[in-house]
T-cell receptor, first 115, second 113 residues
Framework: DVKVTQSSRYLVKRTGEKVFLECVQD?????MFWYRQDPGLGLRLIYF???????EKGDIPEGYSVSREKKERFSLILESASTNQTSMYLC??????????????FGPGTRLTVT | DQQVKQNSPSLSVQEGRISILNCDYT??????FLWYKKYPAEGPTFLIS?????DKNEDGRFTVFLNKSAKHLSLHIVPSQPGDSAVYFC????????????FGIGTKLQVIP
């Protein structure tokens, strides 16, 4: 059974703190993604990676960075957390184009609250 | 600028009846479409997809219809069950680019027993 895991289900951080969200997949997928989900805005892509050490900006990269040192692990970093980054963060992985469908497998999400 | 639009934020249907969820897109480069289902406090799960070379794809109780000329797709659930109550996201991809998928804002379906 395919699996994407995220390091925390719930996280509370203070404004200005550096925050790390970790994601691990066990499907040997090349692609990994970070989204945030907000009411009325759906899922918005923050960053994605199609290979180790490779990254591409998504639609809303401001205030975020990412790291992919190993194929199975993709980290999202909030350099200085702000209250407008309070959200549900979802990690996903998928095969490369040509290897299958565009189906992405999602983790359970991390509910981050910045106070 | 929303490239994938789900104009109905919510939908209520009686158990056993048909649920129809609609989605419109504006980017003519999109050629692959997906539907995801999301329960509260869980990540989205893939439901069904369709390539632009087809106009219909069926999987059990779920059928997706694609009208390319209208840039419109719909998800039909027949018969609807209470366990289908969830948020449904429409998504689209351009096979010419990276495997980036653009999601709509979702439609919350409630199936009433």
């Amino acid at each position: 059974d395919v699996k994407v895991t995220q390091s925390s289900r719930y996280l509370v951080k203070r404004t200005g703190e550096k925050v790390f969200l970790e994601c691990v997949q066990d499907m040997d997928h090349e692609n990994m993604f970070w989204y945030r989900q907000d009411p009325g805005l759906g899922l918005r892509l923050i960053y994605f990676s199609y290979d180790v050490k490779m990254k591409e900006k998504g639609d809303i990269p401001e205030g975020y960075s990412v790291s992919r040192e190993k194929k199975e692990r993709f980290s999202l970093i909030l350099e200085s957390a702000s209250t407008n980054q309070t959200s549900m963060y979802l990690c996903a992985s998928s095969l490369l184009p040509g290897q299958g469908s565009y189906e992405q497998y999602f983790g359970p999400g991390t509910r981050l609250t910045v106070t | 600028d929303q490239q994938v639009k789900q104009n109905s934020p919510s939908l209520s249907v009686q158990e056993g009846r048909i649920s129809i969820l609609n989605c419109d897109y504006t980017n003519s480069m999109f050629d692959y479409f997906l539907w995801y289902k999301k329960y509260p406090a869980e990540g989205p799960t893939f439901l069904i997809s369709i390539s632009s070379i087809k106009d219909k794809n069926e999987d059990g109780r779920f059928t997706v219809f694609l009208n390319k000329s209208a840039k419109h797709l719909s998800l039909h659930i027949v018969p609807s069950q209470p366990g289908d109550s969830a948020v449904y996201f429409c998504a689209a991809a351009d096979s010419g680019g990276y495997q980036k998928v653009t999601f709509g804002i979702g439609t919350k379906l409630q199936v009433i027993p």
